[in-house]
């Protein structure tokens, strides 16, 4: 029996990961039933290319999803044994179409869009990382999106005008896919594909991360077909992931306010307030000691009397 | 101005007047006459020169600097050439004070006429740096520069400067400069690595230039001054927004650009700013093609002439000429342009001439003239003070740029639909070497296609038509 | 319904009020001494598909053309007073003038067609600039040599290099870069598969020519013949009887040469 393992990054808000190609091999895996042992890592340093996913089968490692496809199917463990050829071309075209199109826009909401990446993005990974890899894996994957999305759309100089570009290639890219699903519950056919799993992908995250600036995201679901495609592959296939979150969402509440959410965040806030007084208070009477104030103060106080002594005198003459 | 100390024999001369020279002088009942000494009959040579405060400059420029006054004969013409070693001991660029002391000589080898003179210096740091304004062509820009002066002890210099504008961004130059005091003409030799980005929103592209320039500048008499230039220049060009004329848009890409330049002033006027009188004549003509994609012969004349009519009232009466002979490769960004605060008043920046689309595309020809009155402030505010520093102006400019075939009947032509413009304003002297002027306009006459900007305009720049 | 930007908007509404124009010019460098590989192919495909529209168009020559162009990409074309380049915009712009070639398509035909020209889009051009810049023979034997023949010595070497490090990042930043020269035939090889099982033994894709057919056309027309150093990718090509067969058929149909 093959010893799989699967190395992904951990998972957040429902989805089972947080990154795309996790999801990807995650689906794909779910989808062939393969039996697969997964571990959330929090450390990528380790791996072969820096990233996550990664495969590995005795002293295999892939690391990415074509490698696993293929892989598995040296295994004789495949999906896409139900495309004819003509399915198999169409499906590594729209894999490219979706490349093409949709990723520099995913990449661009994740990463390159400053808000969502200060308020969701860079939290995310760095809860996913151990210290000291959240300050440095967060903003290398930052640079390699940007890189690639000057590389794509370079000429314009303004940052609004690509995000309103790429947004617009993906909205188009998204109604090609939502015309090619059509009314079916898979893209080819009735039972899933790899090119299902890469869809899934794509899009679950876009449905379930809360994007600050989340012009993408209320795109996305307000495509109907491809919004019961992800439910539809959620539920068969993530039902357990969703329940826990669920769970854990609903004690979460439970549990208070707002404010007692600040709360549970700085659990000690007045305590810490008093504490910050009292050090700042020590520093500066220490540094005043050390610079002789006080003793000033003490002459001081004796230059009052005498200067009384003198009064007095003074008011004799 | 440095101090001259000197130690005369002493005579019975009195002074009056107290501490602070305020108080009224005692009234003597009998004049003391004054003794006067005649500098020029009393004789004199120099026995020694001493220049203290040497540390890294090198002797013989100092040597070659002092020298003359070795050739005094009498005490006048010491202090005479006394002034004069100190100034080019100054012009020479390594020091900072200079003073001069003359004194009797005295010890081994002193004359009785003899005298001792020294020259107390101090050198300039090995590094200086600074911030400073520039002033060009409508807009300003913020200089930080460091500079090294006397690098190697003979007076050069090298500096490099970064400096920012509103329309300009990141211009960085690099120059190294050697002057020559000893050979005939002194000439002073730079060399300059730049890099220059530029936008010209009035013609709708920008420029990024990076380039060599090698300068030699020399003086053939002390108004006239001699540059001749080599620059070798990448200029890339790129248009500002997607919705810019096609005709600019053809004159995107890179072109290398080798030129030979010849510029030479005769300045004779009093002053630079608002100069009483005197005359300012520069020609500069521009041979492009020795190597580089662009080959184009380019010559320009301006002149200036003024004249103090009364005490205070200046008419000037200023004129510009260019030509540009193209053989191949010249583009939008290598014409000439007229019109704007500095050249053509009462006209948008680059606003006289032909148009595309409402973008200025240049021209190959043009003349312009101007004529000026200055006059202080009506009712003489501040006289004495801050009012010195403020003229009003009247003026009439006129000039025609055009892009003629070269046909003479063509080109007589085409130069012959002038732009006038009249008006009156306020000019304002910056420093020693720019100006502003805020003027009112009235473009008598425009041609079809040009950009006239009627009423208020303000000016900076060092140099205006 | 995908949104369109109020400019957007604007501009088609403008451009779809005035019909094509007689006057348009097709901007690209020079072909027998400067155009590239990638270029070439680019430039091919454009004037393919505007030949298969019927539209008349006339090409002109520039050492410029790329720094002209508002994407720095070639070719454009200049129709009146709007600047278009590249294939996909082009079309779009036509389309917005009424002319399409895929208008008797259905949708999922048409979402087809988008995919497969994403499918060239990622593995071809980039393919091709691999082999350009990247493979050492060919750059220094072909490319440097074309790039640099328009411009002054010291300024041909300087621009070259610069272009070279802005493809060589472009490649990085889409992953390419890494990849060995096996590798990227291996995709190519894989692109014209799907290429050839989609087009079967039909004469065009869909039927009618359409712009994929053009796209399809630029690209393995150019790479069967340049003659390059390194003469794999032309073979890998050239094995797929069936793409050549359509990039003959274009050509004599449209573009009659010998």
């Known amino acids: 029996m093959n010893n799989i393992e699967l190395d992904i990054w951990r998972g957040e808000w429902g989805l089972a990961s947080i990154d795309i190609e996790c999801l990807k091999v995650l689906t794909y895996m779910k989808f062939i039933g393969v039996p697969v042992r997964v571990r959330e890592v929090s450390n990528p340093f380790f791996t072969p290319k820096g990233t996550l996913p990664v495969l590995r089968d005795g002293r295999k490692a892939l690391t990415n999803f074509e490698e696993v496809v293929t892989y598995l199917k040296s295994l004789d463990y495949s999906t896409d044994v139900h495309l004819n050829t003509k399915q198999a071309a169409e499906a590594s075209a729209f894999t490219q179409h979706i490349r093409e199109k949709l990723y520099p826009a995913y990449q661009f909401a994740w990463w390159v869009d400053e808000k969502n990446y200060a308020d969701l993005t860079r939290p995310t990974y760095a809860k996913a990382l151990q210290i000291p890899f959240n300050f440095y894996y967060p903003s290398k994957y930052q640079k390699a999106a940007k890189e690639m999305i000057d590389a794509l759309y370079g000429e314009h100089t303004d940052l609004r005008e690509i995000e309103k570009t790429v947004y617009s290639e993906a909205e188009k890219c998204l109604k090609t896919l939502s015309d090619r699903l059509g009314e079916s519950e898979y893209f080819f056919g009735n039972r899933p594909s790899s090119f299902d799993a890469t869809v899934f992908a794509y899009l679950a995250p876009l449905y379930k991360a809360p994007f600050p600036n989340g012009t993408l995201a209320s795109h996305v679901k307000g495509i109907a077909n491809l919004t019961r495609f992800v439910a539809r592959i959620n539920q068969k296939n993530f039902r357990h992931v969703t329940d826990e979150y669920n769970k854990q969402n609903a004690t979460k509440q439970s549990t208070g306010t707002q404010s007692d959410r600040e709360a549970a965040n700085f659990p000690n806030q007045t305590r810490n307030k008093i504490l910050a007084a009292i050090f700042a208070g020590i520093a500066m009477t220490g540094y005043a000691v050390a610079n002789g104030m006080f003793q000033d103060l003490k002459e001081f106080e004796h230059t009052q009397d005498y200067s009384d002594m003198f009064e007095n005198e003074a008011d004799d003459n | ?465 | 319904m995908p949104e369109m930007s109020l400019k957007d908007s604007i501009i088609t509404s403008l451009s779809a009020q005035e019909p094509w124009p007689d006057n348009v010019k097709l901007f690209q460098p020079y072909e027998v001494e400067q155009i590239l590989l990638p270029d070439n192919a680019s430039c091919l495909a454009v004037q393919a598909f505007l030949k298969m529209c019927n539209l008349p168009f006339e090409v002109e020559m520039r050492w410029n053309a790329e720094f002209m162009s508002p994407s720095g990409r070639v070719p454009f074309i200049k129709c009146g007073a709007f600047v278009v380049s590249e294939l996909e915009p082009i079309v779009q712009f036509a389309a917005n003038k009424g002319v399409s070639l895929c208008s008797k398509l259905s949708t999922e035909e048409r979402a087809e067609m988008r995919a497969y020209m994403s499918l060239i889009t990622n593995v071809l051009v980039n393919a091709e600039l691999y082999i350009s810049w990247v493979d050492q023979d060919t750059y220094n034997t072909v490319t440097r040599i074309r790039n640099s023949s328009v411009y002054p010595w010291p300024l041909g070497w300087i621009q070259t290099r610069s272009k070279r490090n802005a493809v060589i990042k472009r490649l990085k930043a889409l992953h390419w870069y890494d990849k060995t020269l096996e590798q990227v035939l291996a995709d190519v090889e894989q692109c014209c598969n799907s290429l050839s099982q989609r087009l079967g033994d039909k004469d065009y894709f869909f039927g009618t020519p359409t712009e994929l057919d053009a796209l399809v056309f630029g690209h393995v027309f150019t790479i069967i013949t340049t003659r390059l150093p390194c003469r794999k990718l032309a073979d890998t090509v050239r094995r797929h009887v069936s793409l050549v067969a359509l990039a003959k058929r274009v050509d004599e149909q449209y573009f009659k040469r010998a």
């Open chain 2, 1 to 465: 101005m440095g101090t001259v100390h000197a130690k005369a024999q002493a005579d019975n001369v009195s002074t009056v007047g107290g501490l602070f020279e305020l108080d009224e002088p005692d009234t003597l009942e009998v004049a003391i006459p004054k003794p006067t000494i005649k500098l020029n009959g009393v004789r004199a040579r120099v026995d020694r020169v001493h220049v203290d405060g040497l540390s890294r400059t090198k002797d013989d420029i100092v040597r070659s600097a002092v020298d003359e006054l070795f050739h005094a004969t009498d005490f006048e013409d010491v202090i005479l050439k006394a002034h004069k070693a100190r100034r080019s001991l100054d012009s020479l660029g390594c020091f900072k004070d200079i003073g001069v002391y003359i004194d009797v000589s005295s010890g081994p080898g002193s004359t009785p006429e003899g005298l001792e003179v020294t020259f107390q210096v101090r050198e300039l740091s090995r590094i200086v740096g600074g911030i400073n304004t520039t002033v060009s062509e409508n807009e300003g820009n913020l200089v930080l520069g460091v500079r090294l002066p006397n690098v190697a002890g003979r007076g050069e210099r090298v500096s490099a400067e970064y400096s920012v504008g509103h329309r300009s961004s990141s211009n960085f130059s690099v120059a190294a400069t050697k002057p020559f005091p000893k050979s005939a003409l002194e000439p002073v030799v730079t060399t300059s690595v730049y890099q220059q980005n530029h936008e010209y929103p009035w013609s709708g592209y920008r420029l990024l230039d990076r380039g060599v320039l090698l300068d030699v500048a020399f003086r053939t008499s002390p108004a006239t001054k001699h540059n001749l230039q080599w620059e070798g220049t990448v200029r890339d060009a790129s248009v500002l927004s997607k919705t810019t004329s096609f005709k600019v848009r053809e004159s995107s890409g890179p072109v290398l650009k080798s030129v030979i330049r010849h510029i030479v002033t005769v300045d004779h006027r009093d002053e630079a700013i608002f100069p009483t009188h005197g005359t300012r004549v520069q020609f500069s003509s521009e041979l492009a093609g020795l190597g580089g994609g662009v080959a184009n012969i380019k010559t320009e004349l301006q002149a200036e002439a003024n004249k103090e009519i009364v005490p205070g009232v200046v008419v000037q009466l200023t004129g510009a000429a260019g030509v540009l002979h193209d053989v191949f490769g010249t583009e939008i960004p290598e014409l000439f342009y007229l019109g704007g605060p500095a050249t053509i008043r009462g006209f948008q920046q680059r606003g006289a001439g032909p148009h595309c689309d409402g973008l200025a595309t240049g021209g190959t020809m043009y003349w312009a003239s101007g004529l000026h009155l200055y006059t202080p402030l009506p009712f003489q505010p501040g006289k004495g003070g801050l009012g010195e520093l403020f003229r009003s102006h009247l003026f009439l400019n006129g000039g025609c740029l055009a892009h003629p075939e070269e046909k003479t009947q063509a080109i007589i032509e085409s130069l012959s639909s002038v732009r006038v413009s009249c008006g009156a304003g306020v000019a304002l002297r910056l420093g020693r070497v720019a100006r502003v002027e805020l003027n009112y306009c009235f473009p008598l006459r425009a041609a079809a296609g040009d950009a006239p900007a009627p009423g208020i305009q303000l000016g900076v720049s060092a140099h205006f038509l």
